[in-house]
């Protein structure tokens, strides 16, 4: 655990520095769009974030081989990890390809079915080399079910990435949103997998999946600084397509290297987790992403065609401010990641039934379910409140008119202007006094 805490922190330093440096790189030479009809924020700001979070992420595989190398006793379990060093290629290429395509498009705004053919290719990459999902725990403790070919597991594998990729994208629309969401569920997963490795292979707790999610969680810590409400800099599409990326990667490399077989019959349950753990970690984007998808196509329009109806602008357009709606969805992913980890670790380290943990993701969902609601009610209240002053009311022209005081008489002596007064005086103004005014690169409201 103390290896992976310090990968992290690495993570998390390096890509601090490098957002703090790409920040002030994009405004010294305007690298920043227009800002759009559906964007929240008000004034243009950088995109470019996920170069920084990129180089977070090679900088913290890269302190990894170096630590593997040093034949360091306590850390040579970690040598696996690097047994086959293609797959931790394929990954950083495929995470390179992927934030070249997503820049690209935050600076120049590539067509969608540029974007996804790049997707695919990064996706294929990754799938190319081994890391894809080898078997599901359904059936166990028989052994699972092995998915049927090496080319049905490829494509399963490329549209999972693919998928998940989009659905972290999706929900890119409010400073620290992906950041933080990301933070929560990398975090969640990286100790389920660290525990169930631990019950699998009780003398190596070092794996590939672990270790994509310990970067991830480093990334998004050091990034979410300069994200936060506030946000000084985006991570724009290079940087949510990214993230997204190595988590769908982290999820499928546990099917690769966790035996279902090896799990007792009292542990079928826990069996399971591989399959519901990532999609508890990403039911918000994974629910934005679904319901953006039906929203356009019923409208005849592209699955990817942007608009603001996503379940962030809902939550805006509901009354919640810009914090609160991005807090609203931590707390469901919280809740859901979670409860889901604590279905596992309660039966299995505690001897604790599972049934606890669904109490817990019921009353957290009954919680922020009142929560999400919450401005509805109060809007309600307020329109109740406004037609019942409307109605009950007493006009009260009359009797304004009749307290109105007298007119009183004026002093003669003030009806000359005082000839040394300047107030007094029509005087011509002064031309050199020039009123306050934005800057000429600047909007009146101090957006740029």
Same mark, same amino acid.
């Given at each position: 655990m103390t290896l992976f805490v310090l990968l992290a922190l690495v993570t998390a330093v390096v890509t601090f520095a490098g957002s703090v440096v790409v920040w002030k790189l994009s405004l010294k030479y305007r690298l920043y769009p227009k800002i759009r009809e559906r964007d929240v924020h008000t004034r243009p700001t950088p995109r470019l974030g996920g170069i920084a979070m990129f180089l977070g992420v090679l900088v913290g595989f890269a302190a990894a081989a170096w630590i593997s190398s040093l034949?360091?006793?306590?850390?040579?379990?970690?040598?696996?990890? =690097?047994?086959?060093? =293609?797959?931790?290629?394929?990954? /950083?290429?495929? $995470?390179?390809?992927?934030?070249?395509?997503? @820049?690209?498009?935050?600076?120049?705004?590539?067509d969608w079915l540029t974007k996804l053919a790049g997707q695919f290719i990064a996706a294929g990459v990754i799938a190319w080399q081994g890391v894809s999902i080898v078997s599901l725990p359904i059936g166990a403790?028989?052994?699972?079910?092995?998915?049927?070919?090496?080319? +049905?597991?490829?494509?399963?594998?490329? =549209?999972?990435?693919? /998928?998940? %990729?989009?659905?972290?994208?999706?929900?890119?629309?409010?400073? &620290?949103?992906v950041a933080g969401v990301a933070l929560i569920s990398s975090g969640v997963f990286f100790l389920y997998s660290y525990l169930l490795v631990q019950q699998t292979s009780p003398t190596n707790y070092f794996n590939l999946a672990s270790l994509l999610a310990v970067v991830v969680v480093g990334a998004c810590a050091g990034f979410?600084?300069?994200?936060?409400?506030? $946000?000084? /800099?985006? %991570?724009?599409?290079? &940087? $949510? !397509?990214? @993230?997204? !990326? !190595? +988590?769908a990667t982290s999820a499928i490399a546990v099917t690769g290297q966790v035996d279902p077989s090896q799990l007792g019959t009292d542990e079928l349950f826990p069996a399971f987790i591989p399959i519901i753990i990532p999609f508890a970690v990403l039911l918000i984007p994974l629910l934005d992403f679904g319901l953006a998808v039906v929203r356009r196509l019923r409208a005849g329009k592209s699955p990817f065609a942007a608009d603001r109806? *996503?379940?962030?602008?809902?939550?805006?357009? +509901? &009354? *919640?401010?810009?914090?609160?709606? @991005? !807090?609203?969805?931590?707390?469901w992913t919280a809740v859901a990641s979670f409860g889901c980890l604590l279905a596992f670790v309660l039966p299995v380290y505690f001897g604790v039934d599972s049934g606890w943990a669904f109490l817990f993701i019921g009353v957290g969902f009954v919680v922020l379910a009142a929560l999400t609601l919450a401005p509805l009610g109060r809007r309600k209240r307020q329109t109740v409140a406004a037609e019942a002053d409307a109605a009950g009311a007493p006009s009260t022209a009359g009797l304004d008119e009749l307290a109105a005081p007298e007119p009183q008489p004026v002093p003669a002596t003030?009806?000359?202007?005082?000839?040394?007064? @300047?107030? &007094?005086?029509?005087?011509?103004?002064?031309?050199? *006094?020039?009123?306050?005014?934005?800057d000429p690169g600047e909007h009146p409201t101090g957006a740029r």
């Open positions: 034949g360091i006793a306590r850390f040579a379990n970690l040598q696996i990890v =690097f047994q086959d060093p =293609f797959q931790v290629l394929a990954i /950083l290429l495929a $995470a390179g390809l992927i934030v070249a395509i997503g @820049v690209a498009d935050d600076i120049w705004d590539l403790p028989d052994g699972g079910i092995t998915v049927g070919s090496s080319w +049905m597991s490829a494509l399963v594998t490329v =549209f999972t990435i693919v /998928l998940v %990729m989009n659905a972290i994208n999706f929900i890119d629309g409010l400073d &620290g949103l979410l600084p300069l994200n936060w409400h506030r $946000a000084k /800099l985006f %991570m724009g599409d290079a &940087g $949510a !397509l990214l @993230v997204g !990326l !190595l +988590m109806k *996503h379940l962030h602008h809902r939550l805006l357009d +509901m &009354g *919640h401010s810009h914090l609160h709606a @991005v !807090l609203i969805f931590y707390g003030t009806l000359a202007p005082d000839p040394h007064s @300047v107030a &007094g005086s029509r005087a011509e103004p002064d031309p050199s *006094h020039v009123p306050d005014r934005p």
